[in-house]
């Protein structure tokens, strides 16, 4: 199990967003940490620790094994909790847990289409996940690997729900994300302000991955400068001020909530979460004004059902439940 260490150790990879999500928090908190390539020669290691066959894993110095970056990131921030990543003020708190989960799932969907849809991105994923698992293998073996990766990989993406029926939806979803991001960044550094918010971590680790693959790429680097410089500067963020107000943020963190979190990624998860209870093996649900359709996933259901915990404790906030009634969100938090 390698030496004890007094280090967080992650188990992840650069191809993966959760494993870089916890990655940025920890650089952000100055939390001596290892970041382990979990690569083929660390795979014993990391099955003897894992829970769940999933990165990232983190082994805390006192060899507890977290998984799931959500809660990794909770557990961490209730040991490091400057600067928080909480905004104190309830309105701000609840709208960088509702960006969070909207990054990790319906961001994550975006992601994950862009890099198995097409034979250029499905290559460039493919070669460097084969890099990245057999970092001594020959070019020629490596080759082998890559194929395997992307036969495998690009039959997966149907399971989030990215098919020739769905691309536009979420390719048409991904642009207008990155558009309104576009303005709301403009002119400042983080989500909420001078500093990252529990909602950068998720929203911002699925984007950046969607930046290291040639199609969502190209898109970014055309109309979004402010979003890439977030990419970068979210690599390793830095503290550079404080967090704003709602009435400094709303103008265009607004338009966001309504337009993507209320539109689009709710009615698919409360949709999704229907599904599953009832054991159908297909849904369609309607989202800005077009059915779309997949197959229920099982992940979601369980955290859209956190998520409305989550607001069930703290559903006496009127401020919020105005914002939220606003953006179309309310009625699928209740
Ligand atoms: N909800 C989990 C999702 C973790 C997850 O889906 N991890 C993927 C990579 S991003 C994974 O481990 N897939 C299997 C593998 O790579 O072996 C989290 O937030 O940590």
């Known amino acids: 199990m390698g030496t004890p260490s007094t280090d967080y150790r992650i188990y992840g990879a650069e191809l993966s967003p959760y494993s870089v999500k916890v990655r940025s928090y920890c650089r952000y908190k100055s939390i001596a940490h290892e970041w382990i390539n979990r690569d083929m020669s660390r795979m014993k290691e990391f099955q003897a620790l894992a829970k769940l066959p999933l990165i990232p894993l983190v082994l805390t110095p006192d060899e507890d094994v977290w998984q799931d970056s959500t809660p990794i990131l909770e557990k961490m921030e209730a040991r490091f909790s400057t600067p928080s990543i909480h905004p104190e003020d309830g309105v701000l708190n609840f709208i960088s847990v509702l960006l969070e989960e909207f990054g990790d799932e319906w961001g994550n969907k975006m992601m994950f289409h862009y890099r198995w849809a097409r034979d250029v991105d499905q290559i460039s994923a493919a070669n460097r996940l084969a890099a990245s698992n057999m970092p001594e293998a020959g070019a020629e073996e490596l080759v082998g690997i890559s194929k395997m990766i992307r036969e ?12 020739p029926e769905t691309a536009e939806q979420i390719e048409t979803s991904f642009k207008e994300t990155m558009g309104l991001l576009e303005a709301h960044l403009a002119n400042r550094a983080y989500l909420l302000g001078g500093r990252p918010c529990f909602g950068d971590f998720g929203l911002w680790a699925q984007v950046y991955e969607a930046w290291t693959d040639p199609t969502p790429k190209a898109v970014l680097e055309a109309d979004f400068p402010a979003v890439v410089a977030w990419v970068a500067r979210m690599l390793d963020p830095k503290e550079e001020g404080d967090f ?15 337009e993507q979190v209320g539109a689009n990624f709710l009615p698919w998860s409360a949709a999704n979460a229907a599904a599953l209870e009832s054991g159908a093996e297909t849904f369609t649900v309607e989202l800005k004004g077009q059915p779309y359709s997949q197959q229920p996933q099982k992940y979601h259901g369980r955290s859209l059902k956190v998520l409305r915990e989550k607001y069930h404790a703290v559903r006496e906030n009127r401020a919020l439940a105005e914002v939220l009634r606003e953006a179309g969100c309310l009625e699928w938090l209740s």
Do not use: K
């Open 244 to 258: 704003e107000d709602w009435a400094q943020l709303s103008g265009t963190l607004m338009p966001l909530l309504r």
């Open 152 to 163: 495998r990989m690009s039959g997966r993406a149907y399971f989030v729900g990215s098919s």
